[in-house]
């Protein structure tokens, strides 16, 4: 059995070459405020890839995606083992954009601090009298450049994500930036009007695109997992306050309120964390992680 070592490997992601495409394992690695923590949340690397492959089937027919296959049985027999079955996607190689393109439907986190200081997010003026955890007027795109691991990534507009990519793409900047923006935006529309069927609001989400070897934009990474979004409940929802989540953001909360934990988690935080991780995939998909 020929065995493979991953060709990169990101906070939570490792990305293995097999030749023609690319296998994602998605890792119980956990990593809040660009750390990666000391802990293992168990099977949160099955719910990422699980929960990307139901979007990516719902949002096919917005923009192409770069998924081929979640069974180990596509793949070479070296991920044919247990670590990686369930937790793990073939994927098709891109030229990947470096732009996070980000979206807001709701002003919470730093979006709120910059509101509260001058109101406006990434220098876009806001209405006067919103409240922290509101609905927006209309889901913002505020984009941002992509960093290396232990490095903030940088907040940017659209105008600036255009010229990043002009850089790139000489005569195609303005063409490429415009593609993100309107395919996050209507990625997030439409998945965050299905969520509300299923008792999820999503306030927040990051995609990432690339581009395939004919230059067409097409969607990677992940997608609308509780680690590159801010999942809310629906029932108690009420704004003015935080909300309670079904992502990291737990984590986050107890990190904050332990500076002294050097990134180590307790078990029941570990165990609260997957509890909720595995509720938001059984409420928007219908089915249960083993």
């Given at each position: 059995m020929k065995e493979f070592k991953p060709v990169k490997e990101g906070k939570v992601r490792e990305i293995y070459d097999i030749g023609d495409s690319l296998i994602m394992v998605a890792t119980d690695?956990?990593?809040a405020f660009d750390v990666i923590l000391?802990?293992?949340v168990t099977k949160k690397g099955t719910v990422l890839t699980q929960m990307?492959?139901?979007?990516?089937?719902?949002?096919?027919?917005?923009?192409?995606?770069h998924m081929i296959s979640v069974d180990v049985e596509d793949m070479p027999e070296f991920f044919r083992q247990p670590q990686f079955d369930g937790n793990s996607m073939k994927v098709k190689k891109l030229n990947m954009l470096p732009i996070e393109c980000i979206v807001r439907g709701y002003i919470t986190g730093s979006g709120w601090k910059n509101y509260l200081k001058d109101g406006t997010i990434a220098g876009l003026a806001l209405p006067e009298g919103l409240k922290e955890c509101g609905k927006l007027p209309e889901p913002l795109y505020t984009p941002s450049t992509?960093?290396?691991?232990?490095?903030?990534?940088e907040n940017i507009n659209?105008?600036?994500?255009?010229?990043?990519?002009?850089?790139?793409?000489?005569g195609k900047g303005q063409q490429y930036a415009e593609t993100l923006r309107n395919s996050t935006i209507a990625l997030y529309k439409k998945c965050a009007d299905y969520a509300l069927t299923r008792g999820i609001i999503i306030a927040d989400t990051k995609f990432e695109f690339g581009l395939d070897e004919d230059g067409n934009v097409v969607l990677g990474d992940e997608m609308l997992t509780p680690d590159?979004?801010?999942?809310?409940?629906?029932?108690?929802?009420?704004?003015?306050?935080?909300?309670?989540?079904?992502?990291?953001?737990y984590v986050r909360n107890w990190l904050k309120e332990n500076p002294?934990?050097?990134?180590?988690?307790p078990q029941d935080v570990i165990d609260r964390t997957i509890e909720k991780y595995?509720?938001?995939y059984q409420l928007l998909t219908g089915s249960e992680i083993e």
């Amino acid at each position: 059995m020929k065995e493979f070592k991953p060709v990169k490997e990101g906070k939570v992601r490792e990305i293995y070459d097999i030749g023609d495409s690319l296998i994602m394992v998605a890792t119980d690695r956990i990593s809040a405020f660009d750390v990666i923590l000391k802990n293992q949340v168990t099977k949160k690397g099955t719910v990422l890839t699980q929960m990307s492959r139901f979007w990516f089937d719902f949002t096919k027919d917005i923009i192409p995606n770069h998924m081929i296959s979640v069974d180990v049985e596509d793949m070479p027999e070296f991920f044919r083992q247990p670590q990686f079955d369930g937790n793990s996607m073939k994927v098709k190689k891109l030229n990947m954009l470096p732009i996070e393109c980000i979206v807001r439907g709701y002003i919470t986190g730093s979006g709120w601090k910059n509101y509260l200081k001058d109101g406006t997010i990434a220098g876009l003026a806001l209405p006067e009298g919103l409240k922290e955890c509101g609905k927006l007027p209309e889901p913002l795109y505020t984009p941002s450049t992509k960093a290396e691991i232990g490095d903030h990534d940088e907040n940017i507009n659209f105008e600036q994500s255009a010229q990043v990519l002009e850089k790139m793409f000489p005569g195609k900047g303005q063409q490429y930036a415009e593609t993100l923006r309107n395919s996050t935006i209507a990625l997030y529309k439409k998945c965050a009007d299905y969520a509300l069927t299923r008792g999820i609001i999503i306030a927040d989400t990051k995609f990432e695109f690339g581009l395939d070897e004919d230059g067409n934009v097409v969607l990677g990474d992940e997608m609308l997992t509780p680690d590159s979004s801010r999942f809310w409940p629906v029932a108690g929802y009420e704004e003015g306050h935080d909300q309670p989540s079904f992502d990291k953001q737990y984590v986050r909360n107890w990190l904050k309120e332990n500076p002294d934990s050097g990134y180590d988690l307790p078990q029941d935080v570990i165990d609260r964390t997957i509890e909720k991780y595995k509720e938001a995939y059984q409420l928007l998909t219908g089915s249960e992680i083993e």
